[in-house]
């Protein structure tokens, strides 16, 4: 594969001490092509998708390539919350040659294949959101057709764009749609955090086409826990794996100011930290990424961090594992 690059142990430092071990520590860089020595063992894999062309061809701000790398870079010092028994793998990235698109998502969803193979919980990291259609076709190559997948997508947009003229960072699930209703296969979606003010009429009606369900921006905070509680009660229990994506450009910019495209009203990291945590309590959550994140506008790190706590929560919380759903 021309475009995987393995693990680059120089992301991963922090500082040392002698009562605590640090994420820098506790990683393990693995080729994910050829380990032929290395068995591994049950644990995450993390997965860069250093790919921005799809924000380009998308006509946003281009930096997102730079957005793997950057995260590891701030995971690294964090302190670890995995038992020994857990491992925490960096298998590398996954980068964009000439400009092309298409085949970056297929090497991505061959990865993402092999990772949920090898007994490992993905986490990607983006790279734009054109991440969920590797991201999804991974885990649809190792579950098959016989187990109906849910994605839930945090994010200020739908991304069902029309992909006519070209698959781009606004078109993963219209893509991912298309391909469902071609196979027959149910088309579940949920989308929190949908900014009225950020989606035009076409992709309501797109929406509703395709019975997405999605909660409104201004809908998706603590106030209304109970709906919202309902609403993924009744997602969750109608599919049998969960795939969660979360684009930072759903957070308001006050939170997360590295993005392409930034939302000054958009949600606070307390809902989804406690949407996350039921999600991963009704033990169907197969795989994870994040998408959009662009350290060229990030302020003071910010964005990275809120990133790296988004993962460290999933390490803490995602004890279960369950890859073989
Ligand atoms: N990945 C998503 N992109 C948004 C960008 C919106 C914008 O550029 O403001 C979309 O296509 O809807
Ligand atoms: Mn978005
Ligand atoms: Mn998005």
């Known amino acids: 594969m021309k475009n995987y690059a393995p693990p680059i142990s120089k992301n991963w430092k922090g500082r040392t001490s002698e009562d605590q071990q640090y994420i820098h520590e506790k990683i393990e860089c693995v080729n994910l092509f050829s380990n032929p020595k290395k068995i591994l063992s049950k644990g995450f894999g993390i997965i860069g998708y250093a790919c921005d062309e799809g924000v380009k061809r998308n006509k946003g701000r281009v930096g997102a390539i730079h957005g793997p790398d950057r995260i590891k870079q701030t995971l690294g010092p964090m302190p670890n919350p995995l038992a020994n028994s857990t491992s925490l793998y960096d298998f590398g990235n996954i980068s964009c040659l000439d400009n092309n698109l298409e085949i970056t998502q297929e090497n ?36 098959g057709n016989n187990k109906s997948i849910g994605i839930i997508n945090f994010d200020a947009h739908f991304d069902l764009r029309s992909d006519e003229n070209r698959p781009n960072s606004g078109t993963p699930f219209y893509q991912i749609a298309k391909d469902c209703l071609a196979e027959n296969l149910p088309f579940n979606y949920l989308c929190l955090g949908i900014r009225e003010d950020a989606n035009p009429k076409i992709l309501f009606e797109t929406a509703k086409e395709f019975n997405v369900d999605f909660i409104y921006n201004n809908d998706f905070n603590l106030q209304n826990i109970e709906a919202i509680n309902n609403i993924l009660d009744s997602f969750i229990n109608k599919v049998d794996a969960i795939y969660v994506t979360i684009d930072l450009d759903g957070f308001s910019s006050a939170y997360a100011p590295g993005v392409s495209a930034a939302s000054p009203m958009g949600f606070a990291p307390d809902i989804v930290l406690i949407s996350l945590h039921k999600i991963i309590a009704s033990k169907k959550l197969i795989s994870l990424d994040l998408a959009e994140f662009n350290p060229k506008y990030d302020r003071d790190n910010q964005t990275a961090k809120l990133a790296s706590s988004l993962i460290h929560f999933v390490l803490r919380k995602h004890k279960h594992l369950n890859i073989n759903i």
């Open 108 to 143: 991505l969803a061959t990865s993402i294949a092999k990772i949920l193979h090898d007994n490992c919980f993905p986490i990607g990291i983006g790279g734009g959101h054109d991440i969920a259609y590797g991201h999804y076709n991974g885990i649809k190559k190792h579950l």
